[in-house]
């Protein structure tokens, strides 16, 4: 099958093949005829899987006839987060070049006066989280009485992250007879019941099982003791001792904890950008943007801020919480592994973690293997002074150079990579960084006041340590 066969305009068709896409991916291959043929759809399917071009490309196609008017866009898509939403937009600007539509995002975070002259110049697609949509509907600047086609994307994030009200709402004050593009990766029955109410007798395409993780992911997990810092340790452990590691998600349950992580892993000279959803939104972007390009190998999220974003080729991720809701855990493994390409997950487990880890096996129908890795840190040096040396880098705030000089730093780094012999598995950094070639920076000694400090990590987890404060 070729996209050609779809039904798909010429300009669409030109514009697929200068991204040098040719042959459609399932969802694709599905959803974009009956979208074509003005029906329903009910598509179930996780990120990952081209969904997004599975409803933008015969969008597209669509709205190639016709014209907007002032304050009435024609296409409404609702996605669950602002990172979403301009992913979204980035995809009719780049399958959309030679068309001249106008596209809006209205998200949280960005002027409302910016917003309303766009929508005052007339939309024909209006991307938008579900908060600041009602906003611009409850001021009176923008009427959904015009809208012919609605995508609710995510359906089932939305529902977690309480927007199904808010949902209702729109889809009450968009035409009856619109066209509606629905997009979820589970079925939860709050979901079923919404398809039942505001879709018309839809198609339903699916292309994985609701909850299936992808084979091309190999999952385990380690365990850990309660302390918190445990789990840190851990966590550098396994980034130092991973094979092939290109980039990776390191997911946490709470955005506190995101800051903590994201912290820690800075001062113990790791490459790393942060992302939850209390940072501003040029934050946010910025972060991204990093991590997309490869400048920060490692990015910290939390749920919320990370589902469905398109990042291609993580190669790795991690859990550094177990994820309370099973439904996530699918989701965050599904970063890596994407287009049949080969990922990495694992799951830093304490005890606390338990009920969750099982409930995933559950949800995902296997277990998850159990890796044996022995906490260097822990074992090796001083448990106590390890924990000292921990709380000293990681729980403080960052204090001046001199008295990181004469108590902290120094000493408490020390015996983490210096004095303890390598762990088993662990390659010394000489032999990792050559895979990664010359884009990686000059080696850790040259870049640290602390010669020695991270030789035992791999370069291209190396960038300077600005230190603040
Ligand atoms: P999505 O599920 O929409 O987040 O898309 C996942 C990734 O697949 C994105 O990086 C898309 O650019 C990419 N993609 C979409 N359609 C195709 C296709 N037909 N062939 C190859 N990659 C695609």
Redesign the pocket.
Known sequence: MSFSNLGLSDKVLAAVAATG?T???PI?EKAIPHVLARRDVLGIAQ???????AFVLPMLTLLEKGRARARMPRTLILEPTRELAAQVKENFDKYGAGQKLNVALLIGGVSFGDQDTKLMRGVDVLIATPGRLLDHTERGGLLLTGVELLVIDEADRMLDMGFIPDIERICKLVPFTRQTLFFTATMPPEIRRITETFLHNPEKVEVSKPASTATTVTQSQVSVGREPHEKREMLRQLLRDAKDLKNAIIFCNRKRDVAVVYKSLQKHGFSVGALHGDMDQSARTASLDQFRKGELPLLVASDVAAR?L?I?EVSHVFNFDVPHHPDDYVHRIGRTG??GRLGTAISIVSPADQKSVAAIEKLIGQSIARADVVPVASTEASPAREQQAERATEDRKPRRDSQRTRGGRNKSRKPEGADRKPHAAEKPAQSQAPSIGRAMPPPAREQHAEPGDHSHLPAFLLRPVRARG
């Open positions: 896409y042959i459609p991916t694709q990120t990952g899987t081209g969904k997004t071009a469905g398109d291609p994407r287009a």
